[in-house]
């Protein structure tokens, strides 16, 4: 039960955020808004309304760093990253590469990599955290997915932009 309970907590924390967007922030249908404009060099970039929280890009740092305490049941990237992806056969069908953040505090996606052998041929796809479900049995983590080999080596590439 324990690790049925465990699952559903790292699970819900993946797709969690996606969900817990601010709807009121948002302007209405139809409504105009103010084209973006980049802040001159040097200076940081300004804060978004209804910004609450998340990384930020900027040439300096402006804002006091704040410390939080992380709950036990959360995952870090570190014990996702590298982990085989497993499908309900028990079959590996790719490995987790990284992870996609927006607005720089809501994961929106998981790279994966899949095919190739010994890292010659393999490609990314981007797969939705919430069709990533957690399992933690013998003290490890195993990540798995429904589907088969052929459905990612199908996907959509993902290619990474390394100019950024």
Request: a positive charge; hydrophobic letters at 40%.
């Amino acid at each position: 039960m324990k690790t049925l309970l465990a699952t559903t907590l790292a699970a819900a924390l993946l797709a969690g955020p996606a969900l817990a967007q601010d709807k009121a922030a948002q302007p209405p249908a139809g409504a105009q808004t103010a084209p973006m404009t980049s802040p001159p060099v040097g200076a940081a970039m300004p804060a978004l309304a209804g910004n609450t929280g998340g990384m930020t890009m900027a040439d300096t740092a402006t804002a006091k760093i704040k410390f939080v305490t992380a709950k036990p049941a959360e995952v870090t990237s570190s014990r996702l990253v590298g982990k085989n992806l497993y499908n309900n056969k028990n079959e590996t069908v790719g490995e987790i590469e990284d992870l996609v953040i927006d607005n720089g505090k809501t994961v929106t996606g998981v790279v994966v990599s899949v095919g190739g052998f010994l890292g010659m041929g393999e490609r990314y796809v981007v797969v939705d955290p919430s069709s990533i479900f957690l399992h933690k049995a013998d003290g490890k983590l195993k990540a798995m997915v429904d589907t088969d080999k052929d459905a990612l080596k199908n996907a959509p590439e993902f290619k990474y932009n390394r100019n950024t």
